[in-house]
């Protein structure tokens, strides 16, 4: 014989369910916002060394160029040699919070120098 179970009986079993299991979404969520914030950032920095590289090779400043696209706090490296410049923009991210770890995303860009101008 099987005993019927009464309506009611099992209060407070959704309450604990969601205590245990919100901690693990608000995680969850915190790590995918960490991962876009991630994408963005190496987006920028992309384009930022895009146009340093680009400005350098023109003969323009690479480091002010770069500095004006690229994320704030962001550190703008540039380098070559005569015929090829390469720029580099490094910038440290913070993940899940201030005091938590630290990301480093970096984006680099390649441009061929401009010939002298012909007088």
């Given at each position: 014989?099987?005993?019927?179970?009464?309506?009611?009986?099992?209060?407070?079993?959704?309450?604990?369910?969601?205590?245990?299991?919100?901690?693990?979404?608000?995680?969850?969520?915190?790590?995918?916002?960490?991962?876009?914030?991630?994408?963005?950032?190496?987006?920028?920095?992309?384009?930022?060394?895009?146009?340093?590289?680009?400005?350098?090779?023109?003969?323009?400043?690479?480091?002010?160029?770069?500095?004006?696209?690229?994320?704030?706090?962001?550190?703008?490296?540039?380098?070559?040699?005569s015929d090829v410049v390469t720029?580099?923009?490094?910038?440290?991210?913070r993940v899940l919070g201030a005091?938590?770890?630290?990301?480093?995303?970096?984006?680099?860009?390649t441009a061929a120098r401009e010939?002298?101008?012909?007088?």
């Amino acid at each position: 014989m099987t005993r019927r179970r009464w309506p009611g009986r099992d209060r407070g079993a959704f309450t604990a369910e969601l205590a245990a299991g919100l901690p693990a979404l608000m995680l969850l969520l915190a790590a995918g916002l960490g991962a876009v914030s991630a994408v963005a950032t190496k987006g920028q920095c992309v384009d930022a060394a895009r146009e340093a590289a680009l400005a350098e090779a023109r003969g323009d400043s690479g480091a002010a160029a770069g500095e004006r696209v690229a994320p704030p706090g962001a550190e703008v490296e540039i380098g070559g040699d005569s015929d090829v410049v390469t720029a580099r923009v490094r910038a440290r991210l913070r993940v899940l919070g201030a005091n938590l770890s630290v990301i480093t995303v970096e984006g680099t860009a390649t441009a061929a120098r401009e010939p002298e101008a012909v007088l």
